[in-house]
């Protein structure tokens, strides 16, 4: 068996947060040299010291998104991180990844959020290591496929944005962002997430939006169950989202929800247990979830914040929970059924995990 098939596997990813996944090294050189040019604008020792730290609590984890947004503040470095961000997915053997992101404003450089997503996508188009397919198509798109050019085959990875809304927003700033990916769906915008720290605000201000989001077509995610909040939890739950994220504070009454509504659930393995959101891997719910057939989809969220790769969360999952290579390509396979792109692209994927399953057997 090759050494390290959770690499070479392709796979699926549907939760990162962009800058979450910056590179480490990227955000160390641009946070080194605001520290040498603006003193005051940032801590460069308090980025270096979240940055290296084994276990965050929540409130550290956002420390430092906060200290990442001041270093992450005009339109072409966002252009510089999306081209890294999905190099290193492609490198990772991911083969289509929804990556989500806040739009943002920055009036003092003239930035809106508008004008921050055309970044995003600039991003998308400066990627040259690999084929970024981000247009939606009608028909076929045969995009996995090798396509020989004399001789060389290049990687090719099948992108698509989801915009985020953060619990500090308003519910006219939410509604902004809504119109927007609804302006953007030309462009590969499949969908709104409610993100940021679940300690913040009541989700009920954004639900004029989601449901704005929703009655137009767009896939709506949630980060629900990150902290207790029962009433949070039941209330998101019977919105039914086409994905829920997280779920660790579930109670009994809310596993029946979910496993009645098979909301498919996106899993962030290290995350969970690196902010303490689940006390350890033993009793982490993907077991009662598999073992329950439930949908599930293994993510990373945040790759720079926690360390991690998609290959590493499906080792950590088959080392943790006795599963072999031909289970974990079947989990990678079963999530090309919750992504938000269209049914063109689904067949594409189904086609392409199809044509490799043969490699992936014992
Ligand atoms: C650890 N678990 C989490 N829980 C909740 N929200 C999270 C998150 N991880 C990331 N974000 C959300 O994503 C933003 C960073 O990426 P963007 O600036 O949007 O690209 C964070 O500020 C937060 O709102
Ligand atoms: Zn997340």
Known sequence: MEKNWCLSMPKVELHAHLNGSIRVS???????????????????????????????????????FDLIHNVITDHNTVTRITKEVIEDFASDNVVYLELRTTPKRNDSIGMNKRSYV????????????????????????????????????????????????????????????????????????????????????????????????????????????????????KNMLEFHPQRIRHACYFEDEHWRKLKSSKIPVEICLTSNIRTFSVASIEVHHFAYLYKAKHPLVLCTDDTCVFNTTLSEEYKYAADSFGLGRWEMFELSRNAVEYIFADNGVKNDLRKYFNSVSKNMEV
């Open 118 to 233: 055309d970044a995003v996508i600039e991003g998308l188009r400066s990627v040259s290591s690999v084929d970024v397919d981000f247009i939606p198509k009608t028909g076929d798109s045969k995009f996995l496929t090798n396509d020989k050019c004399n001789g060389n085959s290049r990687k090719r990875i099948i992108f698509r944005l989801i915009l985020s809304i953060d619990r500090r927003e308003t519910t006219e700033a939410a509604m902004e962002t809504v119109k927007l990916a609804l302006e953007m769906r030309h462009l590969g915008v499949v969908g709104i997430d409610l993100s940021g720290n679940p300690k913040t605000g009541e989700w009920t201000t954004y639900l004029p939006a989601l449901k704005f989001a929703r009655e137009q077509g767009l896939n709506v995610t949630l980060h629900s169950g990150e902290i207790r909040n029962s009433k949070e939890i």
């Open 26 to 64: 990227t955000l160390l050189e641009l946070a080194k040299s605001l520290n040498e040019t603006q003193k005051d604008a940032i801590d460069f020792s308090q980025v270096e010291h979240l940055i290296t730290k084994c276990d965050l609590t929540l409130t550290e984890v956002f420390q430092l």
